[in-house]
């Protein structure tokens, strides 16, 4: 058993309790954990637990890397694209719009998870027709890439449930484009993450473009650490506002019994200048060090899975189903 000390409760914002007991058992793997979500603390019971034996596979493990993507050419091009007018244009907007006062004002009001309350398979069905506008490498439908994602990564991972639903609903965030959200634009939902508040990496995609946006001079926010410290936690960093940051915060707040890596995975899966090109590592603590692990290994899934030929979703409905009631309340807020 493990007894958290009154300066960890205080932190913790439990107001005048004294002690919070959480049993942890590690003979099993289940555990319980305390979520925190605005001042609404969720006390999550039998939270999944990465086994003893899986372990990230190494890229050239298992999966084999295609050639080339759905249109003949290589992956990630974004300066030979079929795509790219269209793709370019979106990065273009995201890079001059995403400040750092944007994207705080726009996560507070999202974070209020007021827009809808529906199954995790319902949210999944808005994204039937929606197509990302900043993906070089396909052009189909955001509910086959997700679920060709997962197939993918289940093939490979067969005991790890946890990952295949990881995968199914990585991409989920991107409801944010449906009008029950707000119909933001495309450079609100897509593309790669970057983090606010401090100087933007080189590797970021179209970086000539954030010469544009108003931060790139700002003092303030133009430095390497900006208004951060070294070994912070990406918890406690800003990242672009899009449907990363927003899935993260709905599972925050649903009492999903999905694993700290799950969640990991999930809100920086778009942040390739850091699980690509290895940046930001001084901003890291040790558990984003290896929580980074698992967000490397799915990274190749996510990349290198789509294609044009479609996975019959009403075959794989119910296994995933299966999956969406062992870890997800039947209803959450969006």
């Given at each position: 058993m493990h007894v958290f000390d009154n300066k960890t409760t205080k932190a913790l914002g439990i107001g005048h309790m004294a002690k919070m007991k959480i049993m942890i058992?590690?003979?099993?793997?289940?555990?319980?954990?305390?979520?925190?979500?605005?001042?609404?603390?969720?006390a999550v019971e039998n939270q999944a637990v990465v086994s003893e034996n899986a372990t990230p596979k190494d890229a050239l493990d298992e999966f084999v890397v295609p050639e080339s993507n759905a249109f003949g050419q290589s992956f990630r091009d974004y300066e030979g694209s079929v795509r790219q007018s269209i793709v370019e244009n979106c990065y273009r907007l995201h890079h001059i719009n995403q400040t750092y006062d944007f994207v705080k004002r726009t996560r507070e009001e999202y974070a209020k998870l007021n827009k809808a309350e529906m199954s995790i398979w319902e949210a999944i069905e808005l994204l039937d027709n929606f197509v990302d506008e900043t993906d070089p490498d396909l052009e189909e439908p955001q509910i086959q890439h997700m679920l060709q994602t997962a197939e993918a990564i289940r093939k490979d991972y067969p005991s790890e449930d946890w990952l295949h639903l990881t995968a199914l609903i990585h991409d989920l965030g991107k409801v944010l484009f449906h009008s029950k959200f707000g119909s933001l634009p495309q450079w609100a939902v897509n593309?790669?993450?970057?983090?606010?508040?401090?100087?933007?990496?080189?590797?970021?995609?179209y970086h000539k473009y954030l010469k544009e946006n108003p931060d790139y001079n700002n003092p303030t926010y133009n430095t390497k650490l900006?208004?951060?410290?070294?070994?912070?936690?990406?918890?406690?960093?800003?990242?672009?506002?899009?449907?990363?940051?927003y899935m993260?915060?709905?599972?925050?707040?649903?009492?999903?019994?999905?694993?700290?890596?799950?969640?990991?995975?999930?809100?920086?899966?778009?942040?390739?200048?850091?699980?690509?090109?290895?940046?930001?590592?001084?901003?890291?603590?040790?558990?984003?060090?290896?929580?980074?692990?698992?967000?490397?290994?799915?990274?190749?899934?996510?990349?290198?899975?789509?294609?044009?030929?479609?996975?019959?979703?009403?075959?794989?409905?119910?296994?995933?189903?299966?999956?969406?009631?062992?870890?997800?309340?039947?209803?959450?807020?969006?």
């Open positions: 058992d590690h003979s099993i793997l289940l555990q319980k954990q305390v979520i925190l979500s605005g001042n609404k603390m969720i593309g790669d993450t970057l983090i606010v508040g401090c100087a933007y990496d080189e590797s970021i995609v900006g208004v951060y410290s070294e070994g912070c936690g990406l918890e406690n960093v800003l990242l672009s506002w899009g449907h990363d940051d993260y915060l709905v599972l925050k707040a649903s009492g999903t019994t999905l694993p700290p890596a799950a969640l990991f995975i999930i809100r920086y899966h778009s942040l390739y200048s850091m699980h690509s090109k290895g940046a930001y590592q001084y901003l890291m603590n040790d558990e984003d060090k290896e929580n980074l692990k698992w967000s490397q290994t799915f990274s190749k899934y996510d990349l290198y899975s789509k294609s044009k030929v479609h996975i019959d979703v009403e075959k794989v409905k119910p296994y995933y189903e299966s999956l969406i009631k062992k870890y997800f309340p039947e209803k959450i807020r969006w």
